[in-house]
């Protein structure tokens, strides 16, 4: 899958650069974006857990009266993109964008826990006779999360206010094509017992994790493309072709997880920008 889609960019690139060549399109400035994508997290049970590990020593373990906790959370995740801008016969809009991003994505996380609670001694006041009662407590905790890294294919059609202005703001849509190429399942369990009296101490903690590594996937992402742009100078040549810019990209992602379910994710990216254009 990476080979494929190595080639394609390779192709696309090719097929530009003799566009470009034709008068077609005009390669006329470069971009790099840092940013943290924010997305819904996917609620993985017990039963997922067992379908993306099988053979897991932790998964073996009697869960019995343990309770899931479902819920939907969120989580953020850094993203790399680096673009080429290309216009049209010269003319300022549209902006054709092209390039290659490089994020992480947690897809989903789950837990299922117990907690008991029982009475170990008790004590009594020889003045009041009144009676203390000492707790012991046990708690057990298995949690997870699948994590995919991505290496995709992105491309977008901007249209700008007075691109050649001080300040500018853009907008547009674009597309984001991505192949997962390091994906696993961390899985943990605690266990933890705690006595309060030191004449009875039976507090005792121990850990346990396994990581299984999961099939090549792919996902796709739609995404609107909002931004505000900067140009450093105002008289230096050189300054005049820095811009600085902010972009927010609200999208919808679609990712299969192999063997076990098709996603569909909302998304909102936030990244800061640089733009050299010639």
């Not at 792919?218 to 140009?231: E, Q």
Request: overall charge neutral; glycine content about 8%; hydrophobic content about 35%.
């Amino acid at each position: 899958m990476m080979k494929k889609l190595s080639f394609y960019f390779l192709f696309v690139s090719t097929a530009l650069v003799a566009q470009e060549k034709s008068g077609c399109l005009q390669l006329s400035e470069a971009q790099v974006l840092i940013g943290s994508n924010l997305s819904l997290l996917e609620t993985l049970s017990l039963s997922d857990f067992n379908t993306l590990a099988p053979g897991s020593s932790i998964l073996a373990k009697d869960y019995t009266g343990f309770s899931s906790d479902y819920y939907t959370g969120t989580y953020t995740n850094p993203s790399y993109t680096g673009l080429l801008g290309f216009t049209f016969k010269n003319k300022p809009n549209p902006l054709l964008r092209l390039g290659l991003g490089y994020s992480t994505r947690t897809l989903g996380t789950g837990s299922s826990s117990r907690y008991d609670s029982f009475h170990y001694d008790t004590l009594t006041s020889a003045q009041t006779g009144e009676q203390i009662f000492l707790d012991s407590t046990h708690s057990q905790n298995m949690y997870g999360g699948y994590q995919s890294t991505y290496l995709s294919f992105d491309a977008s059609l901007i249209f700008r206010t007075k691109p050649s202005a001080r300040w500018s703001i853009y907008g547009g849509i674009g597309v984001n094509v991505g192949m997962a190429f390091n994906s696993f399942l961390d899985i943990h369990f605690h266990d933890y017992h705690y006595a309060p009296n030191s004449d009875y101490n039976q507090s005792n903690w121990t850990h346990e994790n396994e990581r299984f590594n999961q099939k090549t996937h792919v996902s796709g992402t739609i995404y609107v493309p909002m931004g505000l742009d900067f140009r450093l100078g105002k008289r230096s040549e050189f300054l005049n072709r820095l811009h600085l810019f902010v972009e927010t990209r609200p999208s919808m992602t679609i990712t299969t997880i192999p063997s076990l379910k098709t996603l569909l994710t909302p998304n909102i990216t936030s990244s800061f920008g640089l733009r050299i254009v010639w």
